[in-house]
């Protein structure tokens, strides 16, 4: 099955740095990528997700990079807020097994303001 | 909007007790998702539905069941409660693509 490996698990920047998270996976047959934030007391939510025939995509201070050559996508947030600070979990997906999702194990991200 | 509820945020309950999760999503999506969550581990699956009355193991499936009798609801049960099945649990459910979450139930058994 799939493995979908995180990285860091603890990230702290300083308000207005850029943030990056790393994931890879290991089946190369996965084809959609998104990316949840989980704030404290809530169930994750969607905040950017790219699929397999595209490279990158941006969605205003957020933007994911995938590799498929390389099996990893990255997670980019430019000019960090204090509310960017959550759990971030990256994921792995294939169009053909029912819309099942392989998560990684979450990067704790703290912005100090 | 979206919405998925879960029956309680806060539960307790003793070993070897039954207990019953239960999960309700108004955007009649045909998949819906059992999962547990906890410190370092990330979100892994228990058991998903496809339909009603469909059922299919995830990863973590030993010590739970599932049951979906209408499109809406789907229901996690511990047949008899451990302690090691002290968590936070979360449905998810989705049509297509990305799946959305409810708030958690965090079950503590004592």
């Known amino acids: 099955g799939e493995n979908v490996e995180q990285h860091p698990s603890t990230l702290s920047v300083q308000e207005g740095d850029s943030a990056v998270i790393k994931c890879t996976y290991s089946d190369s047959a996965s084809n959609y990528f998104p990316w949840y934030k989980q704030e404290l007391g809530k169930g994750p939510q969607l905040i950017i997700d790219?699929?397999?025939?595209?490279g990158e995509k941006k969605d205003q201070r957020i933007a994911v990079t995938l590799n498929k050559t390389a099996k990893h996508f990255s997670l980019h947030i430019t000019e960090t807020q204090p509310e960017d600070s959550a759990v971030y979990f990256c994921?792995?997906?294939?169009?053909?097994?029912?819309?099942?999702?392989?998560f990684g194990t979450g990067t704790s991200l703290t912005v100090i303001p | 909007d979206v919405k998925v509820t879960q029956s309680s945020r806060y539960l307790v309950k003793r070993t070897g007790e039954k207990v019953f999760l239960e999960c309700v999503q108004d955007?009649?999506?045909?998949?819906m998702f059992w999962y547990r969550q906890d410190p370092g581990l990330g979100l892994r699956l228990i058991y998903f539905s496809y339909d009603v009355k469909m059922k299919e193991k995830g990863d973590i499936p030993e010590g739970y069941s599932v049951s979906r009798e209408k499109k809406e609801r789907f229901s996690l049960i511990l047949e008899s409660a451990s302690t090691n099945q002290t968590s936070m649990y979360l449905c998810?459910?989705?049509?297509?693509?990305?799946?959305?979450f409810g708030p958690g139930t965090r079950l503590t058994v004592l």
């Open positions: 998810a459910s989705s049509a297509w693509g990305e799946q959305f």
């Open positions: 955007m009649d999506h045909e998949n």
């Open positions: 790219i699929r397999s025939n595209v």
């Open positions: 994921a792995a997906s294939k169009s053909n097994t029912g819309n099942q999702f392989y």
